[in-house]
């Protein structure tokens, strides 16, 4: 059964930083990875997807990167503002049906 | 353009009380999902529906039954709810199996079980 990590859990920054999330899962069979945003109460946004045949997805401040190989994968959000503030889950995809999760890292954007 | 919407938006059960959650969504999507979100656990899948008249276990189905009535609604169903069972529902949905698109999400079902 495929494992999704995510760490850390919880990150504070200063507004204007640079930050790295990261997730990591077990089987590099997978068909695609998404990263999502999840604001209290609500539900998921989806931010970027990679398709297992690429290496890196953009889109505005955000960078995704996928190296299957190794089971990982890294989201990069450039010059971090209070709004950024949210909690960030992946899911990888193996047939494209199931999803498996990660517990998300909460991050916190400091004004 | 709603999207996903889910209804209720929160409920309170007593143990062994039966309840249907409802999701519908307005994007001509043909695979719709149930997960339930706790905390340390991440989401978890409880059943799809891949197309219309299609439904298939996910990671944790126990306890629950599924109903696509067409294309646009896929509900869930609690028989007899246990305090195992209190959690956030999602309902999701996307244009179809095996198509690298995003998965469009519902705003939760927070359901706490007595």
């Known amino acids: 059964k495929q494992e999704v990590t995510q760490i850390p859990a919880a990150l504070s920054v200063p507004e204007g930083e640079n930050l790295v999330l990261n997730c990591s899962f077990t089987d590099s069979a997978i068909y695609n990875l998404q990263w999502f945003r999840q604001d209290p109460g609500k539900g998921l946004t989806s931010l970027l997807l990679?398709?297992?045949?690429?290496r890196e997805q953009t889109s505005g401040r955000l960078n995704a990167s996928l190296d299957k190989s190794s089971g990982r994968s890294t989201l990069y959000i450039a010059a971090s503002q209070p709004g950024d503030s949210a909690t960030y889950l992946c899911?990888?995809?193996?047939?494209?049906?199931?999803?498996?999760f990660g517990t998300g890292t909460s991050l916190t954007v400091i004004p | 353009n709603a999207g996903v919407t889910q209804t209720p938006k929160f409920q309170v059960l007593k143990t062994g009380q039966s309840m249907t959650l409802q999701c519908a969504q307005d994007m001509n999507h043909n695979s719709m999902y149930w997960y339930r979100q706790d905390p340390g656990m991440g989401l978890r899948l409880i059943y799809y529906?891949?197309?219309?008249?299609?439904?298939d276990k996910g990671e944790v189905p126990n306890g629950y039954n599924v109903s696509r009535l067409n294309k646009r609604e896929f509900s869930l169903r609690l028989e007899s709810a246990a305090p195992s069972q209190t959690s956030v529902y999602f309902c999701a949905s996307r244009p179809g199996q095996g198509l690298n698109q995003p998965q469009h999400f519902g705003d939760g079902t927070r359901l706490s079980i007595l």
């Open positions: 899911a990888v995809s193996d047939t494209g049906n199931q999803f498996y």
């Open positions: 990679i398709q297992s045949s690429q």
């Open positions: 529906s891949a197309s219309e008249g299609t439904t």
